[in-house]
């Protein structure tokens, strides 16, 4: 997957709790973004960052913050989970040298009960 | 709006016959249009994409046509193989960030 490792893989978790899933790459890519991915609409884009401590919200960033404090990590959060937050989370990386292509991780499948 | 509709959801082909995957986009700011390939458990990998400059890119059996004019693309796999057998999206962006069709999930029979 491109030195892009996420983690954990799989994660159970119950309501209200707080949830932080990581996303590691080793290509020292400059763009980083999370989205989550649930049938029928395909992959939508949560955050997203430029560069160390540079981050913007994507389509559906409600219930979610991140954090970039090195270029190989970018941290996705969820202040609360809820149901409607059980979904795939994917982080992709994106460097400047092979221009618009996204590189994207295994997935993490997380479930909200 | 930015959304990209892709269509059918789902397809089913047999194995040589040609498989066609359809999107339809509304940003005509958009200058990239890739498309991504997805085997179950697996992330989303970049199969084949196309600037707005070019109306055709083939790649192996894979090909791309672009109707600018009608803000629409597709995807063609000749010779589908039952390895093909997957889902696959397609993307509309610029500046770097994708937005993506909900999926078509391709199925290949022997």
């Known amino acids: 997957d491109a030195g892009i490792t996420q983690s954990p893989r799989h994660k159970v978790t119950e309501t209200g709790t707080p949830v932080t899933l990581r996303c590691h790459q080793t290509e020292n890519h400059r763009y980083m973004y999370w989205y989550r991915q649930d049938p029928g609409h395909g992959l939508r884009l949560i955050h997203y960052?430029?560069?160390?401590?540079?981050?913007d919200k994507g389509e559906v960033s409600d219930g979610y913050s991140v954090s970039r404090s090195k270029t190989e990590d970018f941290l996705l959060t969820l202040e609360s989970a809820t149901s409607s937050q059980t979904s795939v989370y994917f982080c992709?990386?994106?460097?400047?040298?092979?221009?618009?292509?996204?590189?994207f991780g295994a997935g993490t499948r997380l479930s909200v009960l | 709006q930015q959304q990209v509709k892709q269509s059918p959801q789902s397809l089913i082909v047999q194995k040589g016959g040609i498989s066609i995957i359809n999107c339809a986009y509304e940003?005509?700011?958009?200058?990239?249009f890739p498309w991504y390939q997805q085997f179950p458990g697996k992330g989303p990998a970049l199969l084949i994409a196309i600037r707005p400059d070019v109306s055709e890119k083939k790649e192996g059996r894979f090909t791309i046509s672009f109707n600018k004019s009608a803000k629409q693309f597709s995807l063609h796999i000749m010779d589908s193989q039952p390895g093909d057998s997957a889902t696959y999206f397609c993307?509309?962006?610029?500046?770097?960030?994708?937005?993506f069709g909900q999926g078509t999930t391709l199925q290949v029979k022997p």
């Open positions: 993307a509309g962006g610029n500046t770097g960030k994708l937005i």
């Open positions: 940003n005509t700011a958009f200058d990239y």
């Open positions: 960052s430029y560069g160390v401590k540079d981050t």
């Open positions: 992709a990386a994106r460097g400047t040298e092979r221009g618009d292509i996204q590189y």
